[in-house]
């Protein structure tokens, strides 16, 4: 198929184009207006703007979406807030109405989520099946998710992929874990007892891919590896790949200072302890099902 990607400069988004290359596809690039190099497979669109090249849409067999500013990268002033929010649910509200429009519809819409959907909930196991949180990041899943309901509405397959901590070298968590780690100052958070359902970044592009091709399909699917970890757990598990001690716990305060301590409490106080039901129940199996494996194949 020929398959549209709006996020496609993302940490998941650079590895998921050449994966879909691999599996026969072409990708297709959605970028900003006025950004496109020459040669690039691309459709022309501002989200922002509510603007996006529907006629390049034609033809197109199915639209990953996975736009949107990043959560734990700065402060979360009302404004950041703001953003984290809009740029999620306007570019998935533009793709999701410009495809019921067209005369020839894709025929899957995977549209991106999070497992902030749950908020902060303990030793809770959590399904496809469990309400929503109460929190920030659980009132933007919810508008994000509803913001693909004109697809689902005109007949398109919507899968919404509740992504939760993707574990690769070159991004994300673990990028920034690396250097403390390796310098013998990494340590668990707080108690340490909360819950961090992770992926690793094959297996999210693997699961996308599976989302893609799997019709059974459909609605909320977690993408999280099926043995979630305690961030004890992965400080553990870290410090052995890297053979570094990680006795001392990680101070607060100085990221709270830096962040914020909304942002602190929600990305690494809070936890979700999160299954794949759906996933594996449609016959997904795992590259790395277990931390210690992951992390192997990830720092070699």
């Keep these: 198929m020929d398959v549209l990607v709006a996020g496609s400069s993302g940490f998941i988004g650079s590895a998921l184009l050449p994966a879909l290359t691999a599996a026969g596809h072409r990708p297709v690039r959605a970028l900003r ?18 603007v996006i090249d529907s006629v390049s849409l034609e033809g197109i067999g199915a639209v990953i979406n996975l736009a949107g500013v990043g959560i734990g990268d700065r402060r979360w002033t009302p404004a950041r807030k703001q953003e984290i929010l809009e740029s999620r649910t306007a570019s998935t509200r533009l793709l999701a109405t410009t495809m019921s429009g067209l005369a020839t519809k894709p025929a899957v819409f995977v549209s991106g989520s999070a497992i902030g959907y749950y908020g902060g909930r303990g030793d809770e196991v959590l399904t496809e099946e469990s309400a929503p949180g109460d929190d920030f990041l ?22 919404t992929t509740r992504t939760g901590i993707v574990l690769g070298r070159d991004g994300g968590v673990l990028k920034r874990l690396l250097l403390p780690f390796r310098l013998g100052l990494g340590g668990r958070v707080a108690s340490g007892d909360q819950w ?46 890297v053979h570094r001690p990680t006795v001392l716990p990680t101070p ?35 590259q790395h099902a277990t931390l210690p494996e992951a992390l192997r194949a990830i720092l070699g």
């Design 33 to 50: 207006l006025g950004s496109i190099p020459t040669g690039v497979d691309a459709i022309a669109w501002d989200p922002a703007a509510g």
């Design 138 to 159: 659980a009132d933007v899943c919810l508008q994000w998710e509803a913001a693909a309901q004109p697809a689902a509405d005109a007949g398109i397959r919507v899968v």
């Design 196 to 241: 961090m359902s992770w992926i690793s970044l094959d297996d999210e592009v693997a699961a996308i891919l599976h989302t893609l091709r799997t019709e059974s399909l459909r609605g909320p699917v977690n993408l999280t590896a099926p043995n979630p970890a305690t961030n004890s757990e992965l400080t553990e598990a870290l410090g052995k790949a």
């Design 252 to 286: 607060l305060a100085p990221l709270k200072i830096r962040y914020g301590a909304e942002l602190v409490e929600h990305l690494l106080v809070k936890g979700q302890r999160v299954l794949p039901k759906a996933l594996q129940a449609s016959g997904f199996t795992f």
